[in-house]
């Protein structure tokens, strides 16, 4: 099998380095931070593995595609939880429910008795919601680094602080795959970065098993569960490649959401706020792309844990056996 460079050790560097990995390829990684994940929007992703609520604005590949994900990430991160997404809204916009309903599929009405059943902390706050239990949800930092591990003790090197760019990388091995997300701007000109904010919170007075969408005319969001009382609560979409510090604004809208959510999201505590800047082409569909040696992954916008595994298992099949 073929020898590959990687650059960028976000999400679709690691995924496509595990599933390079598997068919037997030596790989090493450069990335350009100190550490996995923390220069990769993917560290501000919900984790969420919910193809069937992004058919809601999504193009149709993404619903059908994205559901390897539901097989790959169970196989390859144990933490990978399988309780479904709740689709919820409060009773002033409950028509949001009904065309929610109409874009999407795979999917259980829920009366409020059913709500309280799902999620007995939200009991007798919603009337009616959509419950798709096929879907599932990861902790992306916990992913990422149970990907570095497994790669680390699989052979695969990793160079830090190393900011390499395509051209200069191809010395030395068979192909790199470009991983580098809105970074590769420069090279991917039809590239655009779209804005997300995200807060993560903590509380002990309410628990949940599984995400929320909760709807809303404006500024729709998701509350994500994760251990010790965290919750992440996101995002926005703002057409803007500013990777500023979450705005005042932003912060507001996002915290009357969660409180119309549970009234003890009121009293969290805020333990970090963060905006990164989501990279995705003029069609919002992610792109494998190749050039002779050097293929590109990228474009994963608001999909990067749906949608890696599919990219990583298309860019596999173009990485043939080295010529003897």
Known sequence: MSSVRIIGAGVAGLVAATQLVAAGASVEIIERADGVGEASCAW???????PWCEGESAEKSIVTDGQLALDWWPRHFAGTEQHGTLVLAPARDSGEIARFARRTTDYQWQDGEQIGRLEPDLAGRFESGLFFAREAHLDPRAALRHLYDSLQSAGVRFAFGVDAQPGDALSGVDYVLDCRGFAARPRLT????????????????????????????????????????????????????????????????????????????????????????????????????QEGQLISLNGLYRHGFLMSPTLAMAATRLVEPAPR
């Open 190 to 289: 039809d590239l655009r970065g779209v804005r997300g904010e995200m807060l993560i919170v903590r509380t002990h007075e309410i628990k949940l098993s599984r995400p929320i969408r909760l709807l809303h005319p404006r500024i729709p969001l998701y509350v994500v569960p994760r251990a010790d009382g965290l919750f992440l609560i996101g995002a926005t979409m703002i057409e803007s490649e500013h990777r500023g510090q979450v705005t005042v604004r932003s912060a507001i809208e996002l915290m009357n959401a969660a409180f119309t959510l549970h009234p003890c999201f009121g009293e969290a505590e805020i333990v970090e706020m963060r905006a990164d800047v989501r990279p995705a082409y003029p069609d919002n569909l992610p792109r494998v792309t």
């Open 44 to 50: 501000c992703a919900g984790g969420m593995l919910a």
